[in-house]
């Protein structure tokens, strides 16, 4: 029956993946494969699916209520941001400093905000909730491919900011520190031995994707179903269109012991933006049902795959899986690469794989004597390797909001993020035995 566990596990991953690729709605596809775990491994299918603590239904639920004001929230603002013109005169701002004729330097522009945002504590789906309706205009203007633009959201939202720079506040980079002790600068040299090395393979690799792009003749085209934002006749000055934004960090800033600090700024800069672009859109009603309307969606896709992790946790097959993983020859970092990236894989969710990782492999690696400032690192690292699965709830998100099919897209971010995360892991191993 071992086996048999293991194989549904497997099979379960191997569903899930193909059903979201062949445009089976995630909300659909994961409950299906969860009974394909449930059923392989013997499990209660009522109590595993419906219980009200470790199920699916309580997995779903805990992640809306912690996650859903945050969607919802990030949904309003970036409809304000985006109905005022706020992201048209953003746009435009960094064309006129960038210039038109760089491609390359509108990239490096969004490249940076999303890296400004996230370590200033914005959460990725925020920003990608902020970033969408501010590159469209760029993308358009300097007639890029739209299929390139994960690359600089997530080289600078996914890379660095998220598992590598000291102090980044990602949540991936916060769970170690309760397990472990150790701070968010967890072994601040190799951190950034390795920021540097995935910021200069993001760089390199967006470069190499827009010549050959260009070189192919690619241009900017309207995706088919993607809907137009009416955008006011009149828009906002440069001042009153960031400022939202710089209202979003500086809250995140100065309350940042604060619980829900992330709800409360974004409450805070959506009512900053319901008052400063009231003479652009009197009629705010509008903006508000579209935009709670539109979270709902990506909110449910997210915390089904959640659900679906919390699933296969349960399993009799992963614990299987789980002990095979960490008999892997060597030194004990690798085997804690491998257990963390293949988690995190399989439920497509990198703090996810980093909350896993710190419950069930780090006390056992602590016991080893092995440094926790470097399984710190390590097991962030690890957890981001491949965490780019198209039944990821953060990709779901992305290409359902960028109207970019995963065909299209997933590509760019699959190579950016696995590899060089893969390169970033390797000099933190080769780094590890000097410093540590």
């Given at each position: 029956m071992e086996i048999l566990a293991i194989l549904g596990v497997l099979l379960a991953v191997v569903a899930i993946i193909y059903w979201t690729t062949k445009n089976l709605h995630v909300i659909v596809a994961a409950p299906l494969a969860s009974l394909i775990i449930i059923l392989t491994n013997q499990m209660n299918i009522l109590e595993v699916m419906l219980g009200k603590e470790q199920s699916y239904m309580a997995g779903l639920a805990g992640f809306l209520i912690n996650n859903f004001a945050i969607f919802m929230l990030g949904s309003i603002l970036a409809r304000y941001m985006e109905a005022s013109g706020a992201t048209l005169t953003i746009a435009n701002s960094i064309l006129k400093v960038m210039g038109k004729d760089s491609p390359y330097k509108g990239l490096l522009a969004i490249t940076l905000i999303a890296s400004i945002?996230?370590?200033?504590?914005?959460?990725?789906f925020?920003?990608?909730?902020?970033?969408?309706?501010?590159?469209?205009?760029?993308?358009?203007?300097?007639?890029?491919?739209w299929a390139l633009f994960p690359i600089p959201v997530f080289l600078g939202a996914g890379t660095y900011t998220m598992t590598t720079l000291p102090g980044a506040p990602s949540i991936q980079n916060v769970i170690p520190t309760k397990v472990l002790g150790t701070s968010l600068t967890a072994a601040p040299i190799i951190s950034l031995a390795a920021s540097l090395t995935l910021l200069v393979f993001g760089l390199l690799y967006m470069a190499y994707c827009l010549k050959k792009s260009l070189a192919n003749g690619e241009t900017y085209t309207e995706e088919e179903d993607e809907t137009a934002v009416v955008v006011a006749d009149k828009t906002p000055n440069l001042f009153l269109s960031v400022l939202p934004l710089f209202s979003l960090i500086g809250t995140i800033f100065l309350m940042s012991k604060t619980p829900n600090v992330l709800a409360i700024g974004l409450l805070v800069s959506i009512l900053i933006s319901a008052l400063i672009f009231y003479p652009y859109l009197p009629n705010q009603k509008d903006i508000l049902n579209a935009a709670t309307t539109a979270s709902i969606v990506p909110a449910f896709a997210t915390s089904s795959t959640v659900a679906f992790g919390t699933v296969l946790t349960l399993s009799a097959g992963f614990a299987v899986i789980q002990e095979w993983i960490q008999q892997i020859p060597g030194s004990p970092l690798i085997s804690l690469s491998v257990s963390t990236a293949l988690v995190s894989g399989i439920i497509g969710s990198s703090s996810g794989a980093v909350g896993i990782a710190s419950s069930n492999f780090l006390p056992a690696y602590l016991e080893m004597g092995i440094n926790p400032e470097l399984l710190h690192r390590v097991v962030v690292v690890a957890s981001a390797i491949l965490t780019v699965v198209p039944q990821s709830?953060?990709?779901?998100?992305?290409?359902?909001?960028?109207?970019?099919?995963?065909?299209r897209g997933l590509k760019y971010s699959f190579i950016l993020v696995t590899v060089g995360h893969l390169l970033a892991l390797l000099v933190i191993l080769l780094l590890a035995p000097l410093l540590y």
């Open positions: 945002l996230t370590y200033g504590g914005v959460s990725i925020v920003v990608i909730f902020t970033l969408l309706p501010l590159s469209r205009p760029l993308f358009k203007e300097l007639n890029i491919n709830g953060v990709m779901i998100t992305f290409h359902n909001l960028s109207k970019l099919s995963m065909k």
